[in-house]
């Protein structure tokens, strides 16, 4: 079915470690088995599939392979793609079960400490993890994981197998709606080893929960349950002698299972009734019996007595009395029989045996409660089961011979379904096969359980029979018989050489998985598991109401016999196959690796020779391994795996993964999907007797042709790897290329649109600044509106501007101001006196005295010539000096007869004599009260301001002048005239020094002279080319002057 799809998975991965799965090993023998499993397991690689079957091998240290990142890499994924593994396993039998829609079971089998417990939880957790879920169904989950921690409590136990042996078998469904939600859940129980709770062997310890009561329980419940912290002081603790035990945390375990019996809904009132049970159980232990003088039992108000009474709320006396007599009803009357010591031991041990034996049912049942989904949609279930595995110990007892045949079951039901599920298969196919020699154990089966004939119905009849019925006559029956059965052994019926190895009380069975070799002794008592009735009675009336509902449905029909408890397990068994044989199976296989529960590795004793043995025994004891190997039926199993074909693959499946290897079937097949694959392997030259066509699957007959085939494949697979490589880079890079060229033209046309934006946004600003630039300027007339507001303003601003920059620079500079806009004809002509006035300040400001002296006397001379003489304009811009003559130049002679009057001013000039006009080159010397020509050192003539009357010049650009004297003065030689280079300054002068101002006249045409007294001529003025002066004609001066240029 399954086991197909693993394989190729396994076929590439072959290369790592061993083989993953045995079914492709080339040989089949045990010693090639055996060595792949050692070659795994040494790297620490536990499982190995046998075709879908797991084999796992306890590896007693932690792996850290049942991460979270484990199970989702095992989520979903193929049975082959991955290294095998318990996750791959569940993960498959969930998904077919989801695909299918149908029921599955997984069967962990495996001896006692080979991790059958161990492997059921992984699966559990598997499935809480990977499942989908809610948070409703998180609490059904968590039951679902805690039910563990409470079973295992109350069912495990320490023994010389296993630190934590379940000493019952458990059978549990988990239950999934059709979306593959873990919906609810369903225990079913087997046979719980109750004898423990009364007697250990030497090394092994009673139930945990005891244990971690004693050890874990709080102060005030001890007290409340009369107990001690000790578990020294308790008959049933003490008999193995190994109460504490390193592996086992006591203390800490106690926490989890009262954390876990709240998780399974077991409210506080249950939890006292039950840790009641546990403590009345111990409590009981430790009753004792005295013996009267007839060797009845005695019971003498005896402490721990009073506390079971207390704890299981039964009357005390009653309770002693059941426990010492035996109630014998004849007819009507009831009759009380004394036990001996040993049947009041015998009584108490069975009241504590059935006592907890009930309780364990109970606390299925109420685990069952709350797993349990009361919606009646339809589910499918996964079954889990963990049963004990095949137990050999140097004394095996009737719970042995019930766990063994258990085992011999669960092999017949192996054999049938993997038979079966093969055989049809070829069938299905229509293909031939041979089928394969292998052991049936069903007449071992037979030999346990028919009726009538079996040991069960034999050890039943005895049981049942009146009469003195023993352990011994049993076997003689037995002996009877089973005489010559095969695989049926008694002292008195070996031979020689076996006899040697069995002690008279015992039998022997040859089981499928090895000889067992059973004592008699107890196997009456045990089967008919009495209980006195008058016990039996005492505890329905119990206050404590788990005890009262146990004890209350334990035979609900009291007038017949109970069934003895092999029947009852044998019809539990039978049970179980319907159910099971109603499923899809899975196989988990585990096996121990050595007895001593060993990890693998030891690597400090490997070079100590003494040692040594520990080394072995301590890693992959082979021997061991090879005897499970054998018994749980692995070659066999391996060879009808391999029996036809070791290979089926659907033809769809085989073409699509192979098709690559035919250039007819690659890259696709159009035709019929098996035509494909004969078209395939025609090209891959598979030869006739290697494979055979089913109707939907190829059969291919021996897995070194797969190997070839997929080895081909492999190859292929590199060279295909590298060509699509090639062609997807290609591609990618082409898809890159077109990216980024998609994405360059994306962001051109982006930034175009934003530009475009941007433009558009500056455009509609522009034409409405425009029009309203447009607006304003139509209105600019107007008083301020809204219209023109800015307008004007920006006129305004612009002009200000504009003006800041054109400002005139000099106070004479009149010509410059900018014109202003008509808004701001006022505001600018306020401004442009402003401006002047500041420029005149700081003119002002700027004018030292001496030039300020000086301008008044331009100024003067302004008020004298400006607009009268056309020299006047060139003059202005000349400044005036103190003096044209120092004194230096002066004649010393001269100087001397003026220097007391005080020299204020000199100029040279040229004199024009009265006489012929001729002229002379004189220096003019104005000083305080007179104005003196002088020659050299002669005073030509000195001319008294008071008697110069008045001065003359012309209007033109000449330098003539004439002083007009007072000819009162004889002295005086008539007016003077004269000629001065800088006439403006000297006659600025003497106006000032003279007070003379007023006297200074500027004449047109001509000036009339006095030459002497009575005698006149005259000075006449013309213009010319070039300046000339002369005598003229008529007897006057003529003087041409050039015409002044016009500015
Ligand atoms: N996968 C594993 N990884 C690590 N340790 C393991 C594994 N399986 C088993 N063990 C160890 O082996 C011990 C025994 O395993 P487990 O209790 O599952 O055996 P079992 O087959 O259920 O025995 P029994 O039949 O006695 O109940 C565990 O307590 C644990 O220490
Ligand atoms: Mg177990």
């Not at 788990?546 to 449905?553: A, D, M, P, W």
Request: charged share 25%; net charge positive.
């Amino acid at each position: 079915m399954q086991g197909q799809l693993d394989m190729e998975g396994a076929l590439t991965a072959r290369d790592r470690v061993g083989i993953q799965d045995f079914v492709l090993l080339d040989e089949t023998t045990e010693a090639a088995f055996l060595s792949n499993l050692n070659k795994r397991f040494s790297k620490d690689l536990i499982y190995t599939y046998i075709g879908t079957l797991l084999v796992s091998v306890n590896p007693y240290k932690e792996l850290d392979v049942y991460n979270n990142k484990q199970m989702d890499l095992y989520m979903g994924v193929n049975f082959f793609e991955l290294p095998p593994h318990i996750y791959a396993l569940a993960d498959n039998a969930y998904h077919t079960m989801l695909a299918e829609f149908n029921n599955h079971f997984i069967l962990i089998s495996g001896e006692s400490g080979a991790g059958k417990t161990e492997a059921s939880k992984k699966i559990l957790q598997y499935y809480a993890v990977s499942c989908p879920s809610t948070a409703l169904l998180n609490t059904v989950r968590d039951k679902m994981l805690m039910s563990n921690p409470v079973l295992e409590a109350f069912g495990n136990a320490k023994t010389l197998k296993n630190d934590n042996s379940s000493r019952f078998g458990k059978y549990m469904d988990i239950q999934f709606d059709s979306e593959g939600e873990a919906v609810g859940g369903h225990i079913l129980n087997y046979l719980l080893e109750k004898s423990r709770v009364v007697h250990q062997n030497h090394g092994e310890r009673n139930f945990h929960i005891f244990y971690q009561l004693v050890q874990g329980g709080e102060e005030d419940l001890l007290h409340q349950l009369g107990l001690e912290r000790d578990c020294q002081h308790y008959n049933y603790l003490t008999q193995g002698e190994c109460a504490i035990v390193a592996s086992i945390n006591d203390k800490d375990e106690w926490k989890t299972v009262k954390n876990a019996l709240q998780v399974v809904n077991i409210d506080e009132i249950n939890t006292n009734h039950l840790f009641g049970i546990v403590a009345s159980v111990l409590h009981l232990g430790n009753v004792q019996f005295d013996s009267d003088s007839k060797g009845h039992a005695l019971m003498n108000n005896n402490p721990e007595l009073r506390w079971v009474s207390n704890l299981l709320g039964v009357d005390a006396h009653t309770l002693q009395e059941g426990l010492t007599y035996r109630k014998i009803e004849a007819q009507k009357d009831q009759v009380l029989s004394p036990f001996t010591i040993d049947h009041a031991i015998y009584a108490r041990d069975a009241l504590a045996k059935a006592m907890y034996g009930q309780t364990f049912t109970w606390l299925v049942n109420r685990i069952n409660e709350s797993m349990e989904n009361k919606d009646s949609s339809r589910k499918t279930v996964i079954g889990l089961l963990d049963i004990y595995g095949f137990e050999v110990f140097y004394v095996n007892s009737f719970e042995q011979f019930c766990i063994n045949y258990c085992n011999e079951k669960l092999q017949q039901l192996f054999i049938q379904l993997t038979l079966k599920s093969e055989q049809e298969e070829y069938e299905a196919e229509d293909i031939e096969w041979e089928p394969v020699q292998f052991f049936n154990n069903k007449i071992i089966c037979d030999l346990v359980e028919e009726k009538h004939r079996g040991i069960i119905s034999i050890l039943d009849e005895e049981c049942l029979r009146p009469g003195d019925a023993t352990d011994l006559t049993f076997l003689e029956r037995l002996e009877d018989k089973m005489g010559n059965h095969p695989h049926f052994v008694t002292h008195k019926l070996a031979d020689k050489m076996t006899r040697k190895t069995l002690e008279r009380g015992d039998f022997r069975l040859l089981h499928y998985a090895g000889e067992v070799t059973y004592c008699v002794v107890g196997f009456l008592d045990k089967n008919n598991d009495l209980l006195y009735r008058n016990i039996k009675d005492l505890m329905c009336q119990s206050k404590n109401a788990i005890v009262r509902e146990c004890f209350s449905t334990m035979d609900p029909d009291n007038r017949r016999r109970p069934e003895t408890v092999a029947t009852q397990f044998k019809s539990s068994l039978l049970k179980l196959t319907e159910i099971l044989m109603a499923k899809e199976a899975w196989y988990i296989r585990c096996l121990k690796s050595n007895e001593s529960k060993q990890p693998g590795t030891m690597k400090l004793f490997e070079f100590d020779p003494c040692l040594a043995h520990i080394l072995l025994t301590g890693q992959f004891d082979e021997a061991l391994i090879r005897h499970q190997v054998k018994y749980l039926g692995l070659m066999e199993h391996l060879r009808v795996r391999r029996a036809g074909f070791a290979y089926r693959r659907k033809y769809e499946d085989f073409l699509k993964r192979y098709k690559p290897l035919c250039p007819a079937t690659w890259p696709h097949w159009r035709g019929v999907p098996a035509d494909g694959v004969e078209v395939l392997i025609q090209h891959l030259g598979y030869l006739p007797n290697e494979y055979k066509m089913g109707r939907t699957k190829i059969f291919i007959r021996h897995p070194r042709t797969l190997y070839a085939t997929e080895d081909a494949y492999e190859r292929c697979k590199h060279e295909l790897a590298t060509r699509l490589q090639a062609k997807y880079k290609g591609y990618k890079a082409k898809g890159e290329f077109r990216k980024q060229k998609e994405a360059a033209t994306k962001i051109e046309t982006c930034w175009r649109g934003v530009q475009a934006r941007k433009e558009r946004e500056k455009r509609a600003w522009a034409v409405k600044v425009i029009k309203q630039f447009i607006k304003g300027y139509m209105t600019r007339g107007q008083a301020k509106i809204t219209d023109n507001s800015e307008y004007l303003a920006f006129v305004r601003q612009n002009y200000l501007n504009r003006l800041k920059d054109n400002l005139p620079k000099t106070v004479l500079d009149k010509t410059t101001w900018l014109s202003p806009p008509s808004v701001l004809t006022e505001a600018s002509e306020i401004l442009r006196k402003l401006h002047y006035r500041l420029m005149v300040r700081k003119y002002v400001r700027g004018i030292s005295t001496q030039r300020k002296a000086q301008l008044q006397m331009k100024l003067i001379t302004s008020s004298l010539f400006k607009g009268k003489k056309d020299s006047y304009p060139q003059s202005v811009a000349q400044p005036f000096v103190d003096s044209r003559i120092s004194e230096q130049d002066i004649n010393p002679r001269a100087l001397q007869m003026i220097r007391n009057e005080h020299i204020k001013y000199g100029v040279p000039v040229v004199k024009y004599n009265r006489n012929g006009f001729k002229p002379r080159p004189r220096q003019l010397i104005l000083t305080q009260a007179a104005a003196y020509v002088i020659d050299e050192a002669k005073i030509k003539q000195r001319v008294l301001y008071a008697f110069l009357k008045g001065i003359s010049v012309s209007n033109l650009t000449d330098g003539m002048v004439v002083f007009h004297i007072t000819c009162e003065d004889p002295k005086q030689k008539g007016d003077l005239v004269m000629q001065c280079d800088h006439l403006f300054e000297f006659l600025t002068k003497l106006g000032v020094i003279a007070n003379k101002q007023n006297v200074i006249k500027v004449v047109q045409g001509s000036i009339k002279i006095e030459i002497q007294a009575g005698k006149e001529s005259a000075v006449d003025f013309g213009t010319g080319q070039e300046p000339m002066v002369y005598k003229a004609k008529n007897g006057h001066l003529m003087v041409v002057a050039t015409r002044a240029r016009t500015r």
